[in-house]
T-cell receptor, first 110, second 112 residues
């Protein structure tokens, strides 16, 4: 079983749509959680950290359920510029290695 | 303030050859991690260097080795290249305990 598993993509959505990505992780000792965004042939960039209480950054909302070992990302009012690969990332030990999911491709169309 | 710098940006090598990739961390960062990202996959952790020593290693063969210098810069060496080593190699730097984790733009290695 992979350490971090994500919804298979691609997700093709119209502008203005709401889209949700899900992710599960296998190691209950995981300590910190993130969503990264990666544009084609570029490096991953931190989109947002994910906290147990849930957190929001503009149109983006992240949720963490430690009991179910489940992470989600909700994007509201999708923009063309949101088209990218979204990577679910888990850190087992603070400051150490990051474990990435395979990523989910989002394509927002006009 | 320069971010994480990697060189070269692109590289083509032949099977069996050896390659060295370089990384300069962001100013104020002393920890360097290396990742391999194959096409269509997420980045996979290779190893991490701190205080010039390998602190943790992922599931990669001994053909993959590294070094960190006193100025915190780092090298990744891969010996006896295989076609399957073709990937984007990412370097990330951070302060201790992962604060400020920042990726470089990567080196795209093609093995032919």
């Amino acid at each position: 079983r992979k350490e971090v598993e994500q919804d298979p993509g691609p997700f093709n959505v119209p502008e203005g749509a709401t889209v949700a990505f899900n992710c599960t992780y296998s190691n209950s000792a995981s300590q910190s959680f993130f969503w990264y965004r990666q544009d084609c042939r570029k490096e991953p960039k931190l989109l947002m950290s994910v906290y147990s209480s849930g957190n929001e950054d503009g149109r983006f909302t992240a949720q963490l359920n430690r009991a179910s070992q489940y992470i989600s990302l909700l994007i509201r009012d999708s923009k063309l510029s949101d088209s990218a690969t979204y990577l679910c990332v888990v850190n087992m030990e603070y400051g150490n290695k990051l474990v990435f999911g395979a990523g989910t491709i989002l394509r927002v169309k006009s | 303030d320069a971010g994480v710098t990697q060189s070269p940006t692109h590289l083509i090598k032949t099977r069996g050859q050896q390659v060295t990739l370089r990384c300069s961390p962001k100013s104020g960062h002393d920890t360097v991690s290396w990742y391999q990202q194959a096409l269509g996959q997420g980045p996979q952790f290779i190893f991490q260097y701190y205080e010039e020593e390998e602190r943790q290693r992922g599931n990669f063969p001994d053909r993959f080795s590294g070094h960190q210098f006193p100025n915190y810069s780092s090298e990744l060496n891969v010996n006896a290249l295989l076609l399957g080593d073709s990937a984007l190699y990412l370097c990330a730097s951070s302060q201790p305990r992962g604060i400020g984790y920042t990726f470089g733009s990567g080196t795209r290695l093609t093995v032919v």
